[in-house]
């Protein structure tokens, strides 16, 4: 009893500071700082779908599509690996986000490359050197969007991209037509050689595969764009094949990833 009596005050002391701490606010208890439970991996915050995105680009970078998993890419951006499901459903949503990212980037690029044009048919040949350009700047895009699944009606976004981004093309190619630059014809048989012209090349250019220094590659583009047009100017009339569709279809066109 004398042994309590004497602590007794100090207890009531020092309860009675713990209890002013825990009112106050105070981050300490018993003196030891509190640490939130996931410190410095927040569960979300306010930028977390493009923090998402941007992770998804590096990991591509790294690893390609193929090795690529949402719970890397939560690792990455620095949250709970559930974090990346209040945005996406699975990882081939997160891609075709990706994805249409890239497309809006490459029609911009065409777009902006082929106004130095100073006629239809160099902003043709530009549109095309645009193309490239997108590729050599921008490769893990390049990569993701012609490596996605055909399923392209689950991701609306993805696909309206990708048709603009051939629209964009197909203009510049109805324009030359119609300044009797290219020949009559169908114009969506010009605009798919076209593509898959400067396609090979930006393919070949972000592999490592073309045997030629990144600064040359644009006039290269200029050079083989020219003698495709040639090539439409000489060629007879109704030589063609059917297109059997419009626009960048990625996933129908590309490799089946799953």
């Known amino acids: 009893m004398l042994l309590l009596s004497t602590f007794a005050p100090v207890i009531r002391l020092r309860l009675l500071l713990l209890h002013s701490a825990d009112s106050a606010g105070d981050s300490y208890k018993y003196g030891v700082k509190r640490v939130p439970m996931h410190s410095g991996r927040p569960y979300h915050h306010g930028k977390l779908k493009q923090a998402l995105v941007d992770a998804a680009i590096a990991l591509v970078a790294e690893v390609g599509t193929h090795g690529f998993t949402l719970r890397e890419v939560a690792r990455r951006a620095g949250v709970s690996h559930n974090a990346p499901y209040r945005h996406f459903r699975d990882r081939s949503e997160l891609l075709a986000v990706v994805a249409m990212q890239g497309f809006q980037r490459l029609t911009a690029s065409m777009k902006r490359s082929a106004a130095h044009g100073s006629d239809a048919g160099e902003q043709l040949r530009f549109c095309g050197r645009g193309y490239v350009n997108f590729a050599l700047r921008w490769p893990e895009h390049f990569i993701v969007m012609f490596d996605l699944p055909s399923r392209q009606e689950s991701y609306p976004e993805y696909q309206a991209a990708g048709r603009e981004a051939f629209d964009t093309l197909l203009g510049y190619v109805v324009q030359a037509r119609e300044a009797g630059i290219l020949p009559s014809g169908d114009p969506q048989q010009q605009a798919l050689a076209s ?64």
Request: aromatic share 8%; net charge positive; charged share 15%.
């Open 195 to 258: 593509w898959s012209l400067v396609h090979g090349i930006a393919k070949l250019a972000i592999s490592q595969h073309l045997p030629l220094s990144r600064a040359v590659i644009p006039a290269f583009t200029d050079q083989v764009t020219s003698t495709l047009l040639s090539g439409f100017i000489c060629a007879r009339e109704g030589s063609g094949f059917e297109v059997q569709s419009s626009g960048f279809q990625a996933g129908a066109l590309a490799r089946r990833t799953r």
